[in-house]
């Protein structure tokens, strides 16, 4: 069933079913009321990641209070996305649209990957996990991604599940077209990996290329920025091997 984008969505961390009331907090609250504008009886869409989404109705207990109640459940939670994004943190802005495409292309997880040459840093998770919210609620998402602790990406190989196969985008790769690659491999659980603007490092690619569990693809004749080259490969996995196949 396709996202109703006709109606706003709001993300709550409460749990829905039926007849649920939820307290909007105060930034839901000044959204609601003072953005929106919203009388009593609106209707609005919520989702916490879990219980799927519904429909809920508006009261105002108090000039200052506003409570959600659950009427109607308008699409079931689908099973989460096992698709792991692996990234070098951009510069700020540009990851914030980063974070906001890997989201809306399926990511189930994101990972902040500090390689030899990052030019980003990652100084305040919460920040990045609310624009993953905001992302889901935009785009009509239903899965929240979980949003990991960063890691050194020597540090990550060394430990890395080898059930799980990661593929990274290589700058070095003397191919075009990454659909040969992509279309060998069986694995079901997947990583993209996807480096900063300033490319792997060579002993970032020598290790990488070391591991059986690991794919290098190309992406093409052109050189990409890391936000462009993460779109470009978050589809072009997900057409070849992905949830679009």
């Not at 060579?202 to 190309?218: C, G, Q």
Request: charged share 25%.
């Amino acid at each position: 069933m396709r996202a109703n984008f006709r109606m706003q969505r709001l993300f709550v961390d409460a749990p829905l079913t039926r007849g649920a009331v939820v307290e909007a907090n105060a930034d839901q609250f000044n959204y609601l009321g003072n953005v929106l504008r919203m009388e009593e009886g609106g209707e609005i869409l919520l989702f916490n990641g879990r219980d799927g989404e519904w429909k809920a109705s508006l009261a105002f207990p108090t000039r200052k209070r506003i409570q959600l109640t659950a009427t109607e459940e308008t699409r079931p939670q689908p099973p989460p996305c096992d698709l792991h994004y692996l990234f070098a943190p951009l510069k700020v802005g540009r990851m914030d649209y980063l974070v906001q495409k890997a989201v809306e292309m399926g990511a189930g997880l994101l990972q902040p990957v500090m390689t030899q040459h990052v030019q980003g840093k990652i100084t305040n998770l919460d920040k990045l996990r609310a624009n993953v919210v905001e992302a889901a609620e935009q785009c009509g998402i239903l899965g929240i991604p979980d949003v990991a602790e960063p890691v050194r990406l020597l540090d990550l190989l060394d430990r890395w599940p080898t059930e799980r196969r990661i593929i990274y985008c290589d700058e070095g790769d003397a191919g075009q077209n990454p659909l040969p690659v992509l279309s060998v491999i069986r694995e079901r659980h997947i990583a993209l990996l996807v480096g900063p603007e300033g490319g792997f490092s060579e002993e970032e690619r020598a290790r990488l290329r070391s591991l059986d569990f690991v794919t290098a693809i190309p992406l093409g004749p052109r050189i990409l920025r890391a936000d462009t080259a993460a779109v470009a490969a978050l589809a072009v996995v997900q057409a070849a091997i992905g949830d679009w196949n």
